[in-house]
C-alpha cells in the first residue's frame, strides 16, 4: 500500500514505501530524524586510479562524481544501504555477477552512521573486441554476423551462450564493446549473400560457412579470445567463399487448413527458413553454406504452443551434414508427445488446502550435450485448478530430470511407468500414450542449518547438501551476512554437506566434481519436521 | 541501311563473335553493359538478372566481364524486367526511375543490343555523437532522412545507426540524394524525480496502481535532464536542418553534439475506469518515420500521472486507452516547450462512426472492409455486414480522417457523405459529434494504355501521368507509368472519371510526383474520360520539360 507525504522543508512530494536494498534500523524507525554526509571516491579495480563523471546513487540521492572521482551525498538517514555506481564502459560489481550468472549474492551494503568514514567503490572497465572480416582476395565483407559467445556455468552445467551478435559494415568492419571479463569465442557468418531462392542458370551459388575465430569451421578449432578489464582486440577474419546448397524434401502428413512451418537450426544460433507448400508438403530451405544443421517441421492449428489446448504435430529433428544438395528428406509429422505430472500432497499436515503447482522440474537433455534447460523448447502448461503440469512437444530421448522446490514441500517420490525419476534420468520413447509422472511431495521435510566458520568475513559462500539416499539431489544455499546457510524443506534422510569458496563456476554436475569434498563434509541427519544444525570449514577450490 | 548499321553497331559490343546470320544462335538477344552512373566507369563482377514477364521462360542471371559488359542470347521475343545488382551500389533495372522503370522489349523491330544500366554508387554517412563536455555518447539513435527526389517536400527514412562506444555510427548504402540526419538519445546518467503534486482534492473511483517509482529527490539538479531531438548542423526541427549531400559512393562525415536541458514533466489525467500504467508513445514524427522517445511515469494520485524525463519539442503522442474492453488509440500532437507543465486530458470527447456501403446493382457488400486512417496511428478497421451496415467498434478523437474500402474485390471510392462531420473527398473530418457516413463505390474499373511518342517516335523511358480532374479528384489518386522498350504503357484498375493525360520528358530529374509541378503540363495534355468497364488507347505526345512545350 502506496502513502504519500510532505517534506515541507523541500515542498516536494515522494513515495514512502520500501525502496530496494535499504533496510532501515528497526529501532530508529521513522521516529529519527537524524541524517548523515556520505562521501567516497569512485576508483577503477585494476588501475585504482579515480574515475571522473561517474554517477552515484544511495537510497533517494544521487550525484556525479567530480573530476578526481570525489562524491558527497547529504542527508542520508541511518540506515543499512548498497552504494550502487554507474558509469557508461565501466561494470560495478553487481552487473559483472549479473552477467556471468552468478548466483544471487548479498550484495555489499555500508551501514550510514556518525562513524562511518569515506567509501571507496571499484568499477571494472569494459573490454572491446573488434576487427575486420575479408574474403580470402582481400575484399572486405559486409551484413556478415558476427556473435560472441561466452560459457556460464548455470546449476552447475557449463553451457555455450551466445552473448552479443552483431553485423560488419560496409567495410566489413565489426565493434563490440560493453564486455565484461572472461573468456569469448567469435563466429562469423554464415552468410549466403541474401539468395534466396535457386533462380539462377549460371554458375553455382556462393557464400560464406560458418567460421569460428580464427579460421575453422568447427568449435573445436576455436580460439578463445581473453578479455581482461580494459583490454581491446582487434582481429582479423578471413573468410572463405564456398558453394552453396539447398536441402528439399517433403513433410508427410500435412492436412489442409493447417500451417506448417520449418525450421532449419545451424552452428553458432544460425536459424534459416525453408518454403513449404502447404497443399502437399513439398518443401526447400534458402541456400545454405556447407555445414551441419538440423531441420524439422511443426504444424499446429494457429494455437499458440504451450495453450492448455493447442494441438500440434512435429517431426523428429533430422540432423544433416550439408556439403552438396540434399533432397528427397522426408519429415514425418506425428502427433506431439503431451506428458502430465500429477502431483499429490501425501503430507501429514492434514489440511487439504490447494497449493498450485509444489516443485517445479527442469529437463536437461542428457543427449545433446548441450546441457541447457530444455523448459523454453518444451510448452508446459499448467491447466487451472489441477495440480497438473503438462509438457507438450517433447521427443524421445534421455533427459535428466530436477525437481526445484519452492521452500515448502520436497519430492517424496517420483516415478514414470516404472522409472524411478529420483535416481535415475527420464526415458522418454515414441510410442503413444506414455504414462503420467507420479510426483509426490510432503511438506513435513526438516530443515539443514549450516553455520560456516571461516576467517575472514565473506558473505555469499556456497554450501552444498548432497542427499545420501538420492545422490542426484545436490542441493545448495548460501551463506547470509552471519555466516549460516539454510536449506528448508528438505526431505528427511541422511546429508553430506561441505562450503567451498569460489564455486560461481563449478560444474558440479560432472560426475566426481564434488568427490574431493565429498571425502571432507560433515554428515548430517534430517528428521522429519526437525532441524539439524552442523558446523563446518570453508573448503578451498582452486579455479 | 538501317539494319546494317544496327549489325555493325552490335559488333563492337557483343563478346561472342560475330557470326553469318545462318550461323547466329536461334532467338534474339539482350547485349549491353554495367556502367557506374556517376564516374561512368564500366562495373565488372556486376550480377545481372533478366526475368520474363510471360510464362514458360525461366529467369536467368549472369556475371558481367571485365569491361562490365553481358549478353542472354536465345531468348524468345516478349517483355523481360532487366535487373543489375552488385555489392557497393543500388540495384537498377532499365532506365529505372524511382520506382518505375522500362521492360525490355524483344523482337522482330527492337533493337536490344546496347542497353546501358546505370548503377548508382552506394554512399556513406558517419561520425560522431558527442556531449556538450567532448565526451562520446553511445546508444544513441542516428537516422538519416532522404529528400525524395520526386516530390522535395517529403522525406523518407533510409538508413538508421546506433553509436559506439566512441560515439561513432555509420550508415551505409544510401543512394545518391540529399539527405538530414538526426539524434534522439538519453543522457544516461538523467534521474527525473517527480515535481507534479497532488492536488488537495484527489480524484476519487480510480484505484491506485501499486508500483514502484524511481522515486529520487535529486541531491543534483544536473540530473534531471534530456537531449533534444537533434539534427546534423545543430538545429531542432528537420526544416532547419543542414543537408547533407550524397552525389555518388562517398562517404560524407557528420558530427553531432547534444547539449543536455532541463528536461520537462507533463500532468496526464487518465479517464478514471483505466487500470494501469499509462499507454503512451511519444514520437519525434508519424508512427512511421518518427523515433520514440523514452517516457517515465509516475502516479501523482489516482487517474493522474506525471510523465517525465521528455525533452523540449514537438511530439506526437499516441495514448492506447482501453476502455471496457474497447480499444481506442487517440492521437495527440504535443508541444512541449518552456513550460514545465502541460495537461494532456484524453477524456475529452470521443465520438462512435458507423454507417452505410453501397455499390452498383448487384454490389455484395460482404467482405468489404472499411478503413479510416491519420497519420502517425495504426488505421482503424471494420467489416460491413451483408446488409451494408458498418459500425466501428474504436471511439474516434477530433481530427482527419482518410476513409478508405477494401475488401475481396477491388472497389473504389464514388462518393462518400456524413453527418456530424464534414466530409470532402476521401476526407472525414472529425468534431465532437457521432458520426453517420454513406459510402458508395463502384467496382467497374477502365484501362487506360497506348503509346508514347517523342517527335513521332515511339519513344521508351517517358513519363506517362494520368491526372484527375474535377471531382474525379476527390476519389481516386494521380497515376504513373514509365513507357516500355516499344514505347507502350499501360494503367490498370483506373476509377472511373475524368482525367488528362500526359507524357514527359526529362522530368525524371525534377519534382515529377508534386501536383503543382505538373500543373504546367496539363494545358497540352489529352483529355480523356475513363467509363467504367471501358479500356481507351491512344497516343500521346510527349512535351519536354527542358523546353516547356510538346515536341513536334
Known amino acids: 500500500m502506496m502513502s504519500w507525504h510532505r517534506d515541507d522543508r523541500r515542498q516536494k512530494y515522494f513515495f514512502d514505501d520500501d525502496l530496494p536494498f535499504v533496510r532501515r534500523d528497526p529501532a530508529l524507525q521513522d521516529s529519527s530524524t537524524e541524517t548523515f554526509k556520505v562521501t567516497g571516491t569512485v576508483i577503477d579495480s585494476a588501475t585504482k586510479q579515480p574515475i571522473a563523471g561517474a554517477l552515484v546513487e544511495l537510497n533517494e540521492a544521487a550525484t556525479l562524481v567530480d573530476d578526481k572521482g570525489n562524491f558527497t551525498l547529504q542527508d542520508i538517514p541511518r540506515i543499512t544501504a548498497l552504494v550502487q555506481v554507474t558509469k557508461p564502459g565501466y561494470f560495478n560489481q553487481q552487473q559483472i555477477e549479473g552477467m556471468a550468472g552468478a548466483a544471487f549474492q548479498q550484495p555489499q551494503m555500508i551501514n550510514i552512521g556518525p562513524d562511518m568514514g569515506p ?106 579470445i581473453v578479455i581482461t578489464p580494459g583490454k581491446h582486440v582487434e582481429l582479423a577474419l578471413s573468410m572463405i567463399r564456398q558453394p552453396l546448397y539447398e536441402i528439399s524434401g517433403t513433410v508427410n502428413g500435412v492436412s489442409p487448413g493447417e500451417s506448417v512451418s520449418i525450421q532449419v537450426q545451424g552452428s553458432a544460433n544460425f536459424g534459416a527458413g525453408a518454403s513449404v507448400d502447404p497443399r502437399t508438403g513439398a518443401f526447400h530451405t534458402a541456400l545454405l553454406p556447407a555445414g551441419i544443421y538440423t531441420i524439422r517441421a511443426t504444424m499446429h492449428n494457429g494455437r499458440t504452443l504451450g495453450g492448455a489446448d493447442g494441438a500440434e504435430m512435429l517431426t523428429p529433428r533430422v540432423e544433416i551434414t550439408l556439403n552438396a544438395d540434399v ?77 526445484h522446490p519452492n521452500g515448502a514441500f520436497y519430492v517424496a517420490s517420483a516415478t514414470f511407468g516404472n522409472q524411478d525419476l529420483l535416481r535415475d534420468d527420464l526415458v522418454i520413447t515414441a510410442e503413444g500414450n506414455p504414462p503420467s509422472i507420479e510426483v509426490s511431495v510432503r511438506d513435513d521435510g526438516g530443515t539443514i542449518s549450516a553455520e560456516v566458520s571461516t576467517s575472514r568475513e565473506a558473505p555469499g559462500i556456497t554450501v552444498f547438501a548432497v542427499s545420501q539416499d538420492f545422490p542426484k539431489a545436490i542441493q545448495r544455499a548460501f551463506t547470509s551476512k552471519d555466516g549460516v546457510a539454510v536449506f528448508s524443506g528438505v526431505a528427511p534422510g541422511h546429508y553430506k554437506v561441505f562450503a567451498i569458496d569460489n564455486a560461481s563456476d563449478l560444474e558440479y554436475r560432472v560426475p566426481g566434481a564434488l568427490d574431493s569434498f565429498l571425502l571432507r563434509a560433515a554428515d548430517v541427519s534430517v528428521q522429519a519436521k526437525q532441524q539439524a544444525n552442523v558446523r563446518i570449514e570453508v573448503l578451498h577450490r582452486e579455479n | 541501311m538501317f539494319l546494317l548499321m544496327l549489325l555493325a553497331a552490335s559488333f563492337s559490343l557483343l563478346t561472342e563473335p560475330w557470326a553469318p546470320a545462318a550461323q547466329q544462335p536461334a532467338g534474339f538477344s539482350i547485349s549491353g553493359s554495367v556502367v557506374n552512373s556517376v564516374t ?33 542470347s536465345g531468348l524468345t521475343a516478349g517483355r523481360y524486367t532487366l535487373t543489375a545488382s552488385r555489392r557497393g551500389f543500388m540495384p537498377q533495372s532499365f532506365l529505372q526511375h524511382g520506382s518505375y522503370f522500362s521492360a525490355v522489349v524483344v523482337g522482330e523491330e527492337f533493337d536490344t543490343s546496347h542497353i546501358v544500366l546505370r548503377l548508382p554508387p552506394q554512399g556513406v554517412i558517419s561520425g560522431h555523437i558527442l556531449s556538450e563536455t567532448g565526451e562520446p555518447i553511445r546508444d544513441a539513435r542516428v537516422t538519416a532522412f532522404l529528400r525524395d527526389p520526386s516530390n522535395p517536400a517529403e522525406q523518407s527514412q533510409r538508413g538508421a545507426a546506433e553509436s559506439d562506444d566512441e560515439g561513432s555510427y555509420r550508415i551505409g548504402r544510401l543512394p545518391p540524394g540529399t539527405y538530414f540526419v538526426c539524434v534522439t538519445a538519453q543522457p544516461w546518467y538523467a534521474r527525473h524525480p517527480p515535481t507534479i503534486p497532488p492536488s488537495d482534492t484527489p480524484r476519487v473511483g480510480s484505484p491506485i496502481f501499486h508500483e514502484r517509482p524511481t522515486s529520487l529527490r535529486s541531491s543534483d539538479a544536473r540530473l534531471d535532464v534530456a537531449y533534444q531531438v537533434t539534427f546534423f548542423g545543430g538545429a531542432t526541427q528537420m526544416a532547419d536542418a543542414q543537408p547533407i549531400q550524397i552525389d555518388g559512393g562517398e562517404t560524407e562525415s557528420a558530427d553531432i553534439t547534444l547539449t543536455p536541458v532541463p528536461a520537462r514533466h507533463i500532468r496526464l489525467n487518465m479517464p478514471t475506469n483505466t487500470m494501469g500504467f499509462p499507454n503512451i508513445e511519444l514520437r519525434t514524427g508519424p508512427s512511421s518515420i518518427g523515433n520514440q522517445i523514452p517516457v517515465q511515469a509516475l502516479q501523482v494520485e489516482p487517474g493522474v500521472w506525471e510523465l517525465a524525463g521528455i525533452p523540449p519539442g514537438h511530439f506526437t503522442a499516441t495514448l492506447h486507452i482501453a476502455e471496457q474492453g474497447k480499444q481506442s488509440p487517440q492521437v495527440r500532437t504535443i508541444d512541449v516547450g518552456d513550460g514545465s507543465v502541460v495537461d494532456v486530458d484524453p477524456t475529452q470527447g470521443s465520438v462512435s462512426i458507423k454507417g452505410t456501403l453501397r455499390g452498383e446493382a448487384g454490389f455484395r457488400p460482404l467482405g468489404s472492409r472499411i478503413q479510416l486512417s491519420m497519420a502517425g496511428i495504426e488505421p482503424f478497421r471494420t467489416d460491413v455486414a451483408p446488409d451494408g451496415t458498418f459500425e466501428f467498434k474504436e471511439e474516434f478523437s477530433q481530427g482527419t480522417y482518410t476513409l478508405v ?36 463505390v463502384s467496382g467497374s474499373f477502365s484501362d487506360v494504355s497506348g503509346f508514347a511518342l517523342l517527335a513521332g517516335k515511339r519513344t521508351p523511358g517517358m513519363l506517362v501521368v494520368l491526372v484527375p480532374q474535377g471531382a474525379t479528384k476527390d476519389t481516386a489518386p494521380i497515376r504513373f507509368d514509365q513507357s516500355d522498350g516499344d514505347g507502350s504503357f499501360a494503367l490498370h484498375n483506373v476509377a472511373a472519371g475524368n482525367y488528362v493525360l500526359l507524357a514527359v520528358d526529362h522530368a525524371w530529374n525534377l519534382a515529377w510526383a508534386n501536383p503543382d509541378f505538373l500543373a504546367q503540363f496539363i494545358s497540352k495534355g489529352q483529355a480523356v474520360i475513363a467509363e467504367a468497364g471501358g479500356k481507351s488507347t491512344l497516343d500521346i505526345t510527349v512535351q519536354d520539360a527542358n523546353n516547356g512545350g510538346p515536341k513536334r
Not at chain 1, 387 to 394: D, P
Open chain 2, 40 to 72: 561512368g566507369n564500366a562495373v565488372p563482377e556486376a550480377e545481372v538478372t533478366l526475368q520474363p514477364q510471360f510464362r514458360g521462360a525461366e529467369t536467368q542471371s549472369i556475371t558481367t566481364d571485365g569491361s562490365g559488359g553481358f549478353v542472354f
Open chain 2, 405 to 440: 474500402v477494401g475488401g475481396t474485390t477491388p472497389h473504389y471510392l464514388t462518393n462518400l457523405t456524413a453527418t456530424g462531420a464534414k466530409a470532402s473527398g476521401r476526407q472525414l473530418e472529425v468534431g465532437t459529434k457521432d458520426v453517420q457516413l454513406s459510402v458508395t
Open chain 1, 119 to 224: 567509501v571507496t567503490v571499484e568499477l571494472v572497465l569494459e573490454g572491446i573486441i573488434s576487427g575486420q572480416i575479408t574474403s580470402a582476395e582481400g575484399e572486405p565483407l559486409d551484413e556478415i554476423p558476427v556473435v560472441l559467445s561466452s560459457s556460464m556455468v548455470t546449476e552447475g552445467v557449463r553451457t555455450w551462450q551466445p552473448r552479443v551478435g552483431k553485423r560488419s559494415d560496409d567495410e566489413g568492419r565489426f565493434r563490440i564493446a560493453n564486455l565484461t571479463p572472461g573468456n569469448y569465442y567469435l563466429s562469423a557468418g554464415p552468410s549466403n549473400n541474401g539468395l534466396l531462392a535457386r533462380t539462377l542458370t549460371a554458375r553455382r551459388p556462393q557464400g560464406y560457412p560458418l567460421t569460428y575465430y580464427p579460421s575453422g569451421q568447427d568449435m573445436a578449432e576455436a580460439t578463445r
Open chain 1, 327 to 403: 533432397s528427397d528428406v522426408h519429415l514425418n509429422l506425428a502427433p506431439a508427445q503431451t506428458i502430465s505430472f500429477n502431483f499429490r500432497n501425501d503430507s501429514t499436515s492434514g489440511e487439504e488446502r490447494p497449493f498450485g503447482i509444489p516443485v517445479w522440474p527442469m529437463l536437461i537433455s542428457a543427449e545433446q550435450g548441450k546441457g541447457r534447460s530444455l523448459n523454453q523448447d518444451i510448452g508446459m502448461a499448467a491447466p487451472p485448478g489441477k495440480q497438473k503440469l503438462l509438457l507438450r512437444n517433447i521427443e524421445p530421448g534421455r533427459y535428466e530430470i530436477e525437481f
